[in-house]
């Protein structure tokens, strides 16, 4: 028998500050510079206005829950003993929207419109990943 | 163009867990059924459509598939795959044929055998930032619980959609799951991905559907209760919606503009609309769906079930053949089953599941979620 390993991101040319940033404890994302849009995904254009000149600007972390689910039937055997587990969408504070994971909250207390802020799950030397947990600040 | 293009035979095979039938066995039972309805002997098609989402095993992404099936070989076939808007969308290409004037008589075909391939609704691993553990059920229930926090609505509103398609499927001699289910039992089956629930979902199926089309001036040498197509419509947008800031997650833009297109061709609106096939992959999508397609207000599409309104009896019957939800989903081969449905509603040939002197039936897909819809509108002659 051999253990399944969960399947962890592979940065690409667009995604690759993303997850610099965030093993280094950083929220950033590409801010436009030609509109002000701060988008996410990452992407190579900008999708309100297609110009290609960005900035990677650092995030409040600050976001609230926007929608989320309970995922109860797991779709890989990697996340089989997760189960059952929040799938969350949270809309940062500067605006984009991102799927990601609420941490230290039970799943029944997590609630549209509640505040979270993001925190950074260290799985190796090599990935971070970005997570939320209920507000602390303010 | 509206009443360019007839459909004159239509075939459909058992849906279920067909592990002993292979896909070209599956794509002939759908096409010979389909050549006798129409009376039409298949050397008098001219070309063909596919709308299939994994073609057979040894058939590669290419159309072969149904030409090997069929042996029906030196005429043009083309693979469609738009998502779960596919059959629709092979569908809208075949009238496209015809009305082009390339073709006279053209077959569609959408089938599928996802039951032993695998790969059905697994999570997208490859895209660095997507890869959440998240799944088809998981995609749209994120949606369905955006909409239920902003209208207020509970899951007892969800089960109302099972309990009424389960009903119709349970009339249904060719549908996957065959039984009612009581609004109990829906709620306290096991959760896949909350707020959906076993019931709250459609199953994976196989299947295989057909369609023949000709040009309307042609189809009363095939029958004289032929089908003319009166209306449809393709919307694409972005693949990405949750993502994109201007989203609601109240309804999908695609249906909308998929509806629009269609009811302006065939010269109708929602209100003409007799009965409707509506993709109803999850139970909170039809609710939805029933809105986009402007059979009521936003937020109204509960009530609408709650009241009856969309059952066999009611004044816009929403899935009488039982839907996704218990009629299953062969993803390709859906979107024809739907044009099979309404075909025969409209001929009068519902059995038990009949409903009332129809005279406009729609079909409807959406994938994505929400990334793809098709729309196709049928009247009767
Ligand atoms: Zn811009």
């Known amino acids: 028998m051999f253990a399944i390993e969960k399947p962890l991101p592979r940065a690409n040319e667009d995604t690759a500050p993303y997850w610099a940033a965030a093993h280094k404890g950083e929220l950033r994302l590409q801010r436009c510079d030609d509109c002000g849009h701060v988008r996410f995904p990452p992407s190579a254009l900008c999708p309100r206005c297609l ?10 972390g600050r976001a609230t829950v926007f929608s989320w689910i309970v995922v109860h039937q797991s779709q890989h055997p990697a996340f089989n003993g997760d189960t059952p587990y929040n799938v969350t969408i949270v809309e940062l504070e500067e605006g984009p929207r991102m799927h990601t994971h609420i941490v230290d909250c039970p799943n029944d207390q997590i609630r549209i419109g509640m505040p979270v802020e993001v925190v950074f799950d260290r799985v190796n030397d090599e990935v971070t990943l970005p997570k939320f947990r209920p507000a602390k600040s303010k | 163009m509206k009443d360019q293009v ?44 596919l709308g299939t989402y994994m073609p057979g095993p040894s058939g590669g992404k290419a159309a ?46 959408g089938a599928e055998k996802l039951k032993d391939r695998g790969g059905r609704g697994l999570p997208r691993f490859g895209h660095p930032l997507l890869a959440k553990g998240n799944s088809a059920p998981g995609l749209f229930a994120l949606a369905a619980n955006r909409y239920m926090h902003t209208f207020g609505m509970g899951r007892e509103m969800l089960a109302k959609v099972a309990v009424k398609n389960h009903y119709n499927g349970a009339r249904n001699p060719k549908a996957h799951l065959r039984m009612e289910v009581t609004e109990e039992k829906v709620l306290k089956a096991p959760i896949i991905a909350s707020p959906f629930g076993l019931f709250d979902c459609c199953p994976t199926t196989d299947g295989a559907a057909a369609a023949i089309l000709c040009r309307a001036d042609l189809a009363k040498r095939f029958r004289s209760d032929y089908i003319p ?15 994109d800031p201007t989203f609601d997650y109240l309804g999908f833009r695609s249906t ?21 096939e509506v993709h109803d992959c999850f139970t909170w999508t039809e609710i939805s769906n029933t809105e986009d397609l402007g059979f009521c207000e936003k937020g109204q599409g509960g009530s609408l079930v709650a009241e009856g309104r969309t059952s066999l009896s009611g004044d816009i019957p929403i899935n009488p053949s039982g839907g996704l939800k218990s009629f299953g989903h062969p993803i390709g081969a859906s979107g024809v089953r739907m044009i099979y449905e309404c075909v025969k509603q409209l001929q009068g040939q519902g059995g038990e599941r009949q409903v009332k002197n129809p005279k406009l039936g729609l079909a409807h897909n959406v994938g994505g979620p929400g990334a793809v819809s098709c729309v196709i509108i049928l009247g009767n002659n």
């Not at chain 2, 998502?83 to 009238?95: K, Q």
């Not at chain 2, 297109?261 to 003409?272: E, S, V």
């Open chain 1, 51 to 60: 110009s290609q000149h960005h900035e990677w600007v650092k995030l409040s």
């Open chain 2, 6 to 49: 007839a459909v004159i035979g239509v075939g459909c095979t058992k849906f279920g867990d067909l592990f002993e039938t292979s896909y070209e066995e599956l794509i002939c039972e759908a096409a010979f059924e389909a050549f006798a309805d129409a009376g039409i002997d298949p050397a008098e098609i001219q070309a063909a459509y």
């Open chain 2, 64 to 109: 072969v598939s149904l030409g090997d099936a069929l042996r029906l070989y030196d005429i043009p076939i083309t693979r469609v795959e738009n998502y779960c808007a596919t059959g629709t969308d092979a569908f809208r290409n075949g009238c496209l044929a015809i009305e082009s004037g390339a073709c006279d008589v053209v077959l569609v075909l």
């Open chain 2, 229 to 243: 197509v009166k209306g449809y419509g393709l919307a694409v947008t972005t693949g990405r919606p949750f993502f």
């Open chain 2, 256 to 276: 909308q503009m998929a509806a629009r297109q269609a009811y302006k061709m065939a010269g109708a609106t929602p209100r003409d609309i007799s009965f409707a």
